[in-house]
Every structure is written in structure tokens, then in C-alpha cells.
């Protein structure tokens, strides 16, 4: 090939190339895209509405299954019938029908004591002697002056009566008489102040002895041979109690105040005297409610002629009284102690347990210790 006909080609292959043209595009429509994120969403929102829809149903079921396993599974029992009467325990301190501690009416030494703790004494027994030689003295000083004066108003008598009978023929005159007459008035009364001190004297000579003021027992005795004994209620010399018949004080609730009937048998139990019941007789209330405490304070007597009991001691005092309302007895188990108070579960004509508020009325919880059945005894409000 000549090298004139390869530009000729090449001129030949340009103009074919600039006569060529690019081939026809069809232009990009909206409605596809459109359509495309409409179903996108679409999906979305049942995936939405299928994910909301099964948690809720997951929830509710786990809150009913929850529910379920929280309720807990239970026995359920009728309650007993309780007593047509109710009965109620209170402590009772019990004390001495009378007593009284012995104090010294003069002073001295003790020379002598006859009685020690524990022993039984009648009235008017002789309990110790004090040596009062202070007292001794005095009273002999006393009587002298009694004496003394005594002699002189039997002297100013007699003038009294000479210058009385002077008078009479006016050998004397009236102002000496009125003089022997005054001292005669005043010598009597001087008598009757010296007798007055001797009889006081004598009085508290006589307290060199103590007695006893009534029958009972000596429950303490402060004193003992030589020591020195001072006037009035320093120190206590002897101490007696009368147990013949003994007092039991128990403050009983506001809430029983009626059941409080004069005359009434109560019966009482110590723990010294496990298995046996004593009988008292309610004597007497105070009629009166304690406002710090809110109670009846009730005196119950007991017949302690055996000497058994012992003052001091604490008793379980029975007290019977109609109850307020209905009884039942129920298991311990039963009550359910709540910040709204005492509650027990009731069941009525369904599955459902309701809460009743109660009141205990006694409390037999301790019979467990020995193996016995635990029941409380309730009333219910409603």
C-alpha cells in the first residue's frame, strides 16, 4: 500500500466518526421509587405493629403468671365456735390486808428484841425494850417539880382561905385578899402544867416497850442489840404484815370496767402453786378510770388462813366476761399482723380471701411448749 492512500483513509474514518450519534436513552419515571418507599414503610409499620403487639401480649401474660405464682396456696378451715363467755388474764400484785413498818417513839439503846422474821405475833406482844435514862431523869425531874408544885398551891389555899375569912370582920384588907386568892388560882395551874409534863414523860417512858399493833407476821427487822434507836420515822425497827387475808390489785381495762361486779368470784393462780386455783372475791374498785393508764384498779380478797400465799407476790388473775361480739377460734397461724392492725383471711361464698380486722381475746400460743394444739381466740369487727 502507497503512503498516499493511508491518509486518505484516515481522513475517510474521521468523517465517519463525526457523523456518528449516541443511541437514544428513555428518561427515569418517579412513580417506581415512589411505590418502592410506600411498601417499605408498609413493612415497617406491621413490623412495628406485630413487635408492639407481641410484647404486650408477652406482658400481660407475665403479669398474670406472676400473679398467678404470687398468690400463695392455702389451707382453708371453718373456725371453731367460741365460748358463749370470755375470759381474760392480768397480772395481780398481791399485798397484805394490813401492814405497817414500826418506827421508836423515844429515844435510846435497844436493849432487847423477842421477835425475828418470820414469826407470828399477836396483838399487843411485846416486841423489844429501848433504855431511855434521858427520859428517866426527866420524868423524875418532872415529878419533883410537881411536887413542888402541888405544895405550893396547897400553901397559897390556906392563905386564900385565912385572908377569905379575915375579911369577913375586916381584919385584913380586901387588896391582900385579892393578892392571896390570885396566888392560889396561879399555883393551881401550875400544878396542872407540872402535871401535864409528868404524864408526857410517862407517855414516852412508855415507849421504852414496843408491841405489836395487830396480829400478823415480822417481815423485816432493822435492829439489833445495843444500837442506838432515834425518835420518829428515820429507822425502821420492825416490819408486820397481817396475810390472814390478802389483797390482790389488778388494773383491769377500760374496756371491761361494767364486767366489774362487787361480790364476784375470781379465781387465781401462782406460780408456786403450779396446778391449783384459788378463789377471791372482788371486794371493791377505785369507781374511778386512771387517765395515764387508762384502767380500773379492782381489789380482789383472798382467805389466806392456810399460809399459803405470800404477800408481795404476783398472782394470773382470771377474770370472765361476756364477750363484745362473736368468738371464734383460730389457728395462730391464721392472724396476719399488719401495719392497719390485727388480720385474719376470710373466705365467703367464693376463691377470693378477704381481710377481716379482729381482736384477741386470749392468746394460747404458750400451749406449744408442751405439745399442745396453738389457737387464739378473736372477735371480729364485722
Not at 436493849?111 to 399477836?122: C, E, L, M, P, S
Not at 412508855?206 to 423485816?220: H, I, L, N, Q
Request: aromatic letters at 6%.
Amino acid at each position: 500500500m502507497s503512503n498516499e492512500s493511508k491518509p486518505n483513509r484516515d481522513e475517510a474514518a474521521h468523517q465517519s466518526h463525526s457523523h456518528e450519534t449516541a443511541p437514544e436513552q428513555r428518561p427515569l419515571s418517579g412513580r417506581p421509587a415512589l411505590a418502592g418507599v410506600v411498601v417499605a414503610l408498609i413493612v415497617a409499620a406491621l413490623l412495628a405493629v406485630f413487635g408492639i403487639a407481641g410484647r404486650k401480649t408477652a406482658a400481660t401474660l407475665l403479669a398474670q403468671r406472676t400473679q398467678e405464682l404470687a398468690a400463695p396456696t392455702v389451707i382453708a378451715a371453718p373456725p371453731a365456735q367460741g365460748a358463749p363467755v370470755d375470759s381474760f388474764v392480768l397480772p395481780g400484785n398481791v399485798t397484805a390486808l394490813t401492814e405497817s413498818p414500826i418506827y421508836a417513839r423515844t429515844s435510846g439503846y435497844l436493849t432487847q428484841w423477842y421477835f425475828d422474821i418470820g414469826a407470828r405475833v399477836k396483838k399487843g406482844a411485846l416486841l423489844a425494850e429501848i433504855a431511855t435514862p434521858e427520859v428517866d431523869q426527866q420524868l423524875a425531874q418532872a415529878e419533883a417539880d410537881l411536887n413542888t408544885a402541888q405544895a405550893n398551891a396547897n400553901n397559897a389555899h390556906i392563905q386564900a382561905d385565912r385572908y377569905t375569912g379575915l375579911l369577913k370582920s375586916n381584919a385584913v384588907s380586901r387588896q391582900d385578899t385579892d393578892t392571896f386568892v390570885s396566888q392560889a388560882t396561879a399555883s393551881a395551874a401550875a400544878v396542872r402544867s407540872a402535871q401535864a409534863n409528868v404524864d408526857r414523860l410517862r407517855a414516852l417512858q412508855s415507849f421504852e416497850k414496843v408491841y405489836a399493833p395487830f396480829d400478823g407476821v415480822v417481815t423485816a427487822r432493822n435492829i439489833d442489840t445495843g444500837q442506838l434507836v432515834d425518835t420518829g420515822a428515820g429507822k425502821e425497827l420492825f416490819h408486820l404484815q397481817a396475810i390472814q387475808t390478802l389483797r390482790v390489785y389488778v388494773n383491769l381495762p377500760q374496756v371491761y370496767s361494767e364486767s366489774a361486779k362487787r361480790g364476784s368470784k375470781i379465781d387465781l393462780i401462782f406460780a408456786e402453786h403450779p396446778g391449783k386455783t384459788y378463789q377471791g372475791m372482788l371486794a371493791r374498785t377505785s369507781d374511778a378510770i386512771d387517765p395515764a393508764s387508762r384502767t380500773l384498779l379492782v381489789e380482789i380478797d383472798v382467805d389466806n388462813r392456810a399460809g399459803e400465799l405470800l404477800p408481795g407476790s404476783l398472782a394470773q388473775v382470771h377474770f370472765k366476761t361476756p364477750p363484745a361480739g362473736p368468738t371464734f377460734i383460730v389457728p395462730a397461724a391464721a392472724l396476719i399482723f399488719r401495719k392497719e392492725g390485727l388480720r385474719v383471711a376470710v373466705v365467703v361464698n367464693s376463691s377470693i380471701a378477704h381481710l377481716l380486722p379482729v381482736v384477741i381475746g386470749e392468746d394460747r400460743s404458750e400451749e406449744r411448749r408442751v405439745g399442745k394444739e396453738c389457737r387464739s381466740r378473736w372477735s371480729p369487727y364485722h
